[in-house]
């Protein structure tokens, strides 16, 4: 009916519906109207009646009004995009977009966390490094943000109904655990002439590398505070305050789609 343009539906009129003997049950039988003659009220009670009758016939002819449609498609709205479905991914870290963070013995219990902030968490980030043993390991995103690679962490996307399961993602990536050199340096390769002047830490130059389709790798250099991307890996050498990293390909599906009903 949605679809049906306005000028190629006919819309029939009273005399029509009479004369086709339409919107009529079956056993139902034609038959002319009748005429009730309603007594009078007596003054006094007038307007009471009035009101009753009006009121009556509202509720017995009125068409379902569009506030009560409007609240029954809210709801259904609201049951769709309610989380019903957790992809689980490992080695996948999701930055920025923290809404909180906070300390948990494992990646289920940061889930519990996320769940409980009544939709405004869509992700979380557990880092399983058991070298941290004090701080947050567990923090709570309002979107999934920018990914890299971190073999020591565990992150979980928040699927609605009306949501398909997610697909793989292939990613540049630069795992802190096994791609981060320090005191190495990678001459030469540069994208540029001049440094990546945006990033102002090592952890800004790695994620510059990764947001850059042409990066292969990055020098920083903190005594200067210079980041430079590299197009080419050059023959690495020993470089004192430096901080350099190799990207690669890696493709990340859902380790497990965990169902919350």
């Known amino acids: 009916m949605f679809k049906t343009p306005p000028n190629d539906m006919h819309i029939f009129s009273r005399e029509e519906i009479e004369r086709y003997k339409l919107n009529r049950k079956s056993g139902d039988q034609l038959s002319t109207p009748a005429v009730i003659d309603v007594p009078v009220p007596t003054s006094n009670a007038i307007e009471d009646d009035r009101t009753d009758q009006f009121e009556l ?22 049951f769709t995009r309610r989380p019903n479905r957790i992809a689980v991914y490992t080695g996948l ?12 013995k ?6 519990q966390h996320c769940l409980m902030l009544d939709g405004q968490c869509k992700a979380f980030t557990f880092n399983a ?19 890299d690679g971190n073999s020591v ?7 609605s109904g009306a949501e398909a399961n997610p697909p793989a993602i292939t990613l540049g990536t630069i795992d802190p655990q096994s791609a981060l050199f320090e005191n190495v340096d990678l001459p030469g390769g540069d994208l540029s002439r001049r440094p990546h002047y945006a990033a102002k830490t090592p952890l800004d130059c790695r994620l510059a590398c990764i947001d850059e389709k042409q990066c292969v790798a990055f020098t920083y250099v903190k005594p200067k505070n210079e980041c430079w991307l590299k197009a080419a890996v050059g023959t690495p050498m020993r470089g004192k305050g430096m901080v350099s990293g190799l990207k690669k390909l890696e493709t990340f599906e859902p380790a497990r789609i965990i169902s919350l009903d």
């Open 129 to 147: 490094n058991p070298k941290i043993k004090r701080g947050p390991n567990c923090f709570l995103k309002s979107s999934t943000g920018r990914a």
């Open 57 to 78: 016939s509202e509720e017995d002819n009125a068409a379902p009004s569009e506030t009560s449609q409007q609240a029954k498609l809210s709801t259904l709205d609201q």
């Open 93 to 104: 870290d999701l930055f920025g977009d923290d809404i909180s963070s906070t300390r948990t």
């Open 153 to 159: 962490a565990f992150s979980g996307r928040f699927l």
């Open 106 to 111: 494992d990646a289920g219990e940061c889930a």
